[in-house]
């Protein structure tokens, strides 16, 4: 089956994200929908570590043209490929260059913020004000870490609650 054709929400406030790259990997792992399987996409910069599952919500299309992109906040790990089905509690505003075209331009390239719905520890969150500044903040700067070195210039704009990472 092709992990993009899976629909995007499961319900009215749930959605699935298949997992491209698990917590602890210093690789960018992508699913790529000619092949139907992850591909390495490139190494994070030196100590750079995906703190939680990432993936993207299938059947969806953000401005840069691929799946929008999720982050897992849970305290498991799980494999790529693996679709989980997930609450929205906020998504990270970002913007960054556009790498893969002529034209120099500035895309969104938002980040939603997810707890699954078969999370235990996790279950009580649900919206961003359960994770502390700090954490916030280091959700932040991994975003700035993981894309530094590679031309995108990626911004952080700021934060939207679970509302807003539904639309």
Avoid at 51 to 57: A, E, I, K, M, N
């Amino acid at each position: 089956m092709n992990l993009s054709s899976i629909p995007g929400f499961a319900s009215d406030d749930t959605f699935h994200v298949v997992v491209e790259t698990p917590p602890g990997s210093s690789l960018k792992v992508e699913y790529e929908i000619t092949w139907d399987a992850m591909t390495v996409v490139r190494p994070l910069p030196l100590g750079v570590l995906y703190p939680y599952d990432w993936g993207f919500v299938p059947s969806t299309s953000a401005p840069d043209g691929d799946p929008l992109d999720a982050m897992l906040l849970w305290d498991v790990a799980s494999s790529p490929g693996v679709v989980v089905r997930c609450r929205a509690i906020g998504v990270l505003y970002v913007e960054q260059n556009r790498t893969s075209h002529q034209r120099s331009e500035r895309i969104r390239n938002d980040r939603i913020m997810a707890i699954p719905i078969e999370a235990r520890r996790e279950r009580d969150v649900s919206d961003l004000r359960a994770l502390t500044t700090r954490v916030r903040e280091e959700l932040e700067q991994f975003a700035l870490a993981a894309t530094a070195l590679e031309g995108k210039d990626l911004e952080v704009l700021g934060w939207g609650d679970a509302s807003a990472a539904l639309d």
